[in-house]
């Protein structure tokens, strides 16, 4: 479409082009806000409707003028020039121009408001979202597996994917720049040699499936510890399944629309088949010990002789036995430790990836031979080291928040800021986390950039986000509370939405199809009687208007009395 408008700006010879250049505008900002719902394409609707506005008004003078033009060509004699139409010009004629295109702009707008406010969410939300689709989220670079082996070079995109604001029990605010916290998405446990991907665990539960209702709190677990509330805008969902972000562990969420939950015992919970935008609140416990677990550990190995020898050699120099009965729980922890360690000061952090040899294990290629690669051949490494001496371990990937914006006091995540980590089980039963990641490289890469640029930069990014939460987010909880005072009344017109909804949910599909077929029918018989009515009155006007008298002399003179 923009190519067209390109076109069709070097083809303009009368009203039709400018009408189609105009129609090809109209849709080229409808499928923007169909792509995209960011704050971008606000200002560009800010901009555009009241110069579309005035466009078409000048258009419609535009138009009359080369009809009248048309018409003064064919009415005058051969002989004769035909009359050219003058325009309206001066000041009365401009200040009137203004005031109509003024008024026609704010009268939109009004009704847009009104539209925007009372109409409920919940038809879209329940069978016309089904029915005909949804808007197209901005895409996350999160994926929720890893697949190793791969060659390409990684892209560092800016596009924000969500907001972050992390509180405690009495709602002081825990973020800053100096503070990392890692969000957990998908938990990968189990490695296949022949294809280079990890994969959940086998053992980590069936799914449970559960309803959860728009603003009420569901609880998860019921263990104890310390709580981290969260409260995460997620800008832009999956078209398949959404994963809810959040720090380890839940104790109970809170979402502002009702959805689907889907999740394991290992903690990684999923929205099937959810679009748009998600805003929700988390209150997640730290590092809390699995009840149902403690003091037992899994049978873990790793299915690679190379990557066994090179994790002994790497706990050699620090005596600490490879083998894990001969390991209590703080030789458990300074082998991971030494794990950890090596990776980051024997290996190189890299964008450029590049592809193993044909038929070696990615992870043996990595720690033998190449020693470069990005997060995810780190944290793979690591897992596969811990595991092949008997500790439980297991890949994470999600985001990790760095990004802290003093404007609105919270954390900008981006795509780039995808990231894969460990989480390591102790003897206890607690999950602790380790990026083996060196970490100036991960500051290099996730930190955000300095200088004026970066200043405009989070004030855009603040203005995103009261735009997202506000007008993009706003939901049916935001038009319940504008549309009530603090006894609880509610309008009448209100009320007689709500009742339409609670009807068109009950009846489905069918009552749609019932609506829109009655309101054609009306609209036809209206614009019949319309045409029947115009028709009668110009008939009447016909017989009233007095005849021309001809006459029949043939002289010029004559005619022109």
């Not at 991971?336 to 043996?364: K, S």
């Not at 928040?401 to 460990?422: D, F, I, K, L, P």
């Not at 009846?507 to 749609?512: N, V």
């Amino acid at each position: 479409m923009a190519v067209l408008c390109v076109i069709k700006c070097f083809d303009r010879t009368s009203a039709r082009d400018y009408v189609e250049l105009y129609i090809l505008s109209v849709f080229l900002v409808i499928a923007t806000v169909m792509t995209s719902v960011r704050l971008e394409v606000g200002l560009i609707l800010f901009v555009f409707v009241p110069l579309l506005v005035v466009g078409v008004m000048q258009l419609q003078i535009y138009a009359a003028h080369e009809r009248a033009l048309i018409a003064s060509r064919r009415r005058a004699p051969p002989w004769a020039r035909p009359l050219r139409p003058k325009r309206a010009v001066g000041h009365g004629v401009s200040a009137q121009f203004r005031a109509t295109a003024t008024a026609l702009v704010l009268s939109g707008v009004t009704v847009a408001i009104a539209v925007f406010v009372l109409i409920p969410r919940e038809i879209g939300e329940n069978f016309l979202h089904t029915a005909a689709g949804s808007p197209r989220g901005m895409r996350t670079s999160f994926t929720g597996e890893v697949q190793l082996g791969r060659a390409g070079l990684l892209t560092e995109s800016l596009t924000p994917v969500l907001h972050l604001a992390v509180s405690n029990d009495a709602g002081e605010n825990l973020g800053g720049p100096a503070i990392v916290y890692y969000l957990r998405g998908n938990v990968l446990g189990s490695y296949n040699a022949a294809t280079g991907a990890w994969t959940r665990r086998q053992d980590s539960g069936p799914a449970r499936s559960w309803r959860v209702q728009a603003d009420a709190w569901h609880q998860l677990t019921g263990a104890t510890g310390q709580l981290l509330r969260q409260e995460i805008t997620l800008l832009g969902a999956g078209d398949q399944q959404t994963y809810v972000f959040n720090v380890y562990r839940t104790a109970r969420i809170r979402f502002d629309r009702t959805v689907i939950l889907d999740s394991r015992s290992d903690e990684r919970i999923v929205i099937p088949d959810h679009r748009g935008e998600l805003k929700y609140e988390v209150e997640s416990f730290i590092q809390a010990p699995r009840a149902e677990e403690d003091g037992r550990l899994r049978e873990v190995s790793f299915p690679s002789l190379v990557v066994r020898i090179l994790t002994e050699s790497v706990l050699a120099p620090a005596q600490i036995p490879a083998a894990g009965d001969q390991r209590d729980r703080l030789a458990d922890r300074q082998a991971v430790i030494a794990i950890r360690d090596f990776l980051h000061t024997q290996f190189a952090y890299t964008t450029d990836i590049q592809a193993p040899p044909t038929g070696q294990d990615p992870i043996e290629w990595f720690l033998e031979d190449h020693r470069e690669g990005h997060c995810e051949y780190f944290a793979s490494a690591m897992a596969a080291m811990c595991q092949s001496i008997g500790i439980e371990a297991r890949i994470v990937t999600g985001y990790v928040a760095m990004e802290w914006n003093e404007t609105s006091g919270q954390y900008v995540v981006r795509e780039r800021n995808a990231h894969a980590w460990v989480e390591v089980r102790d003897r206890g039963g607690v999950y602790r986390t380790y990026d083996p990641t060196p970490p100036d490289d991960l500051r290099a890469v996730h930190e955000p950039q300095r200088g004026l640029r970066a200043r405009l930069r989070s004030l855009m990014d603040a203005m995103e986000h009261l735009w997202v939460s506000r007008v993009v987010a706003f939901d049916s909880g935001m038009r319940d509370t504008l549309m009530q005072d603090g006894s609880g009344f509610e309008l009448t017109l209100f009320k007689s939405a709500r009742a339409l909804v609670g009807r068109t949910q009950l009846a489905g599909l069918s009552l749609l199809v019932q609506a829109v077929f009655i309101g054609t029918l009306v609209c036809l018989v209206v614009i019949a009687v319309g045409i029947f009515v115009r028709f009668i009155v110009t008939k009447r006007a016909r017989r009233r208007r007095p005849r021309r008298h001809v006459c029949s002399c043939a002289s010029r003179r004559c005619a022109r009395r």
